[in-house]
């Protein structure tokens, strides 16, 4: 039977005065003994019964230790100094304030476009630590600087019955599609709050294999402004489009769009009605690309629409090019617990590169756009948009919103500050 900690305080107590008077052969003998009764290493015995009841002095204060070595804590200077968080921070910030899985894949690359572009420097030995750093030490540096914040908006679908039927159900167990082309489309509301008269909608298209994102902004749900966009939106694709998933709502499940999809040959699948897993890569892309960069506000003016559309062209080429994503590998479940594995992050560009379905001619004029794009030359642009967004929200007559979208507001002028 193990001794209680007071037990073993008790026999310490009483052996230690023994122990040090003892000869040397008598202290092995005592070792043993104590060593059986309590249960501790022998070194740990050793150390116990030698500074059991003594003052040891240490660098902040006077402390008696009992059965357990001082805690004196060792002097060592930071490796990750104030000049590689400082670095860190810009970095990140350029990088739209990524979390550190994601960002640290990027850092090679960011460090060497960033100074191709005369965007950042720093000494020989900073950036040799940037280069070695790991992700959970860029979380634990950026830990002070970062904000988080609960967003969440409505949803806005309604149900298109007309050509219901002709159009084939896809669900989220059914999905592989590991050729570039098969792209989830969704559109996002833009209307403050309050559903009430016409307001934008951003057409939202997301390609499965490779994560790349294109937006649109459209001056309502009409099927002939979406149907109009989709065609631009196709135009932007790195790649053929094969394949469109969309959700039930009337502004997809039109003539327009199946007559078309029919002329082009293209796959033309829809989701399951309230199950919105099944759109879940577009799903994903509605908050993280979308409300990220223009927020929960109201557009409705004519103005706003051309702004949201000159924003959306400068976030897609930030996006694409310089934002990395991590793509489900594999889910397994045992008993109440999901196990998720993902793969190394990359950013839509470096997938599209990678993926052999693509042509060769496709992937050139990729390259030489990516040479021409500087990522802190393009933030400081969304930067700027975004807060001449912001106040054109502002000159309008104020509308009631939720306090969870408030919240929002003060995460998308924070960004603005920052």
Same mark, same amino acid.
């Given at each position: 039977?193990?001794?209680?900690? &007071?037990?073993?305080?008790?026999?310490?107590?009483?052996?230690?005065?023994?122990?040090?008077?003892?000869?040397?052969?008598e202290?092995? &003998?005592?070792?043993?003994?104590?060593?059986?009764?309590?249960?501790?290493?022998?070194?740990?015995? @050793?150390?116990?019964?030698?500074?059991?009841?003594?003052?040891?002095?240490?660098?902040?204060?006077?402390?008696?230790?009992?059965? /357990?070595?001082?805690?004196?804590?060792?002097? /060592?200077?930071?490796?990750?100094?104030?000049?590689?968080?400082?670095?860190?921070?810009?970095l990140?910030?350029?990088?739209?304030?990524?979390?550190?899985?994601?960002?640290?894949?990027?850092l090679?690359?960011?460090?060497?476009?960033?100074?191709?572009?005369?965007?950042?420097?720093?000494?020989?030995?900073?950036?040799?630590?940037?280069?070695?750093?790991?992700?959970?030490?860029?979380?634990?540096?950026?830990?002070?600087?970062?904000?988080?914040?609960?967003? /969440?908006?409505?949803?806005?679908?309604?149900?298109?019955?007309?050509?219901?039927?002709?159009?084939?159900?896809?669900?989220?167990?059914?999905?592989?599609?590991?050729?570039?082309?098969?792209?989830?489309?969704?559109?996002?509301?833009?209307?403050?709050?309050?559903?009430?008269?016409?307001?934008?909608?951003?057409?939202?298209?997301?390609?499965?294999?490779?994560?790349?994102?294109?937006?649109m902004?459209?001056?309502?749900?009409?099927?002939?402004?979406?149907?109009?966009?989709?065609?631009?939106?196709?135009?932007?694709?790195?790649?053929?489009?094969?394949?469109?998933?969309?959700?039930?709502?009337?502004?997809?499940?039109?003539?327009?769009?199946?007559?078309?999809?029919?002329?082009?040959?293209?796959?033309?699948?829809?989701? /399951?009605?309230?199950?919105?897993?099944?759109?879940?890569?577009?799903?994903?892309?509605?908050?993280?690309?979308?409300?990220?960069?223009?927020?929960?506000? @109201?557009?409705?003016?004519?103005?706003?629409?051309?702004?949201l559309?000159?924003?959306?062209?400068?976030? @897609?080429?930030?996006?694409?090019?310089?934002?990395?994503?991590?793509?489900?590998?594999?889910?397994?479940?045992?008993?109440?617990?999901?196990?998720?594995?993902?793969?190394?992050?990359?950013?839509?560009?470096?997938?599209?590169?990678?993926?052999?379905?693509?042509?060769?001619?496709? &992937?050139?004029?990729?390259?030489?756009?990516?040479?021409?794009?500087?990522?802190?030359?393009?933030? @400081?642009?969304l930067?700027?948009?975004?807060?001449?967004?912001? &106040?054109?929200?502002?000159?309008?007559?104020a509308?009631r919103?939720?306090?969870?979208?408030?919240?929002?507001?003060?995460?998308?002028?924070?960004?603005?500050?920052s």
């Amino acid at each position: 039977m193990r001794l209680t900690m &007071k037990a073993r305080q008790e026999v310490s107590k009483a052996t230690a005065g023994q122990y040090r008077g003892a000869s040397k052969k008598e202290k092995s &003998k005592i070792l043993d003994q104590f060593v059986a009764t309590t249960g501790y290493s022998r070194w740990y015995a @050793r150390l116990v019964l030698r500074h059991e009841g003594r003052r040891v002095q240490t660098d902040k204060q006077t402390i008696v230790v009992v059965e /357990r070595k001082s805690s004196v804590k060792r002097k /060592r200077t930071r490796y990750y100094d104030e000049k590689v968080q400082t670095a860190l921070v810009k970095l990140w910030r350029v990088m739209d304030y990524i979390c550190g899985k994601r960002l640290q894949p990027m850092l090679p690359e960011l460090l060497t476009v960033l100074e191709r572009h005369n965007e950042f420097r720093c000494d020989r030995e900073t950036r040799a630590k940037l280069l070695r750093i790991s992700a959970a030490s860029i979380d634990r540096l950026l830990k002070p600087e970062r904000r988080k914040y609960e967003l /969440r908006g409505r949803s806005g679908t309604k149900p298109g019955t007309l050509l219901k039927k002709q159009i084939p159900i896809r669900t989220f167990a059914e999905w592989d599609e590991q050729r570039p082309g098969f792209v989830e489309i969704d559109l996002v509301g833009h209307d403050g709050g309050t559903a009430a008269g016409d307001y934008c909608q951003t057409l939202d298209l997301t390609d499965i294999a490779t994560t790349w994102t294109e937006t649109m902004a459209v001056r309502n749900k009409a099927q002939a402004w979406v149907f109009a966009a989709l065609k631009k939106l196709r135009k932007n694709l790195p790649f053929p489009l094969l394949g469109i998933d969309s959700d039930n709502g009337s502004e997809f499940i039109n003539q327009y769009l199946t007559d078309y999809c029919k002329e082009e040959k293209l796959s033309f699948t829809r989701s /399951r009605p309230y199950r919105k897993n099944d759109n879940c890569f577009v799903e994903q892309k509605n908050y993280s690309v979308v409300r990220r960069a223009v927020g929960y506000a @109201r557009y409705d003016t004519e103005a706003q629409l051309h702004l949201l559309n000159e924003l959306y062209a400068t976030l @897609r080429l930030y996006t694409n090019f310089f934002q990395p994503t991590m793509k489900l590998k594999s889910k397994e479940r045992v008993g109440s617990k999901v196990t998720k594995r993902y793969d190394d992050a990359q950013t839509p560009y470096q997938r599209v590169l990678a993926a052999p379905q693509v042509s060769e001619a496709d &992937k050139q004029r990729l390259r030489a756009k990516y040479k021409t794009l500087n990522p802190a030359a393009l933030k @400081r642009k969304l930067m700027r948009l975004q807060e001449r967004l912001m &106040k054109s929200t502002a000159s309008q007559k104020a509308v009631r919103v939720r306090p969870r979208q408030c919240r929002n507001d003060r995460y998308f002028t924070k960004q603005l500050e920052s």
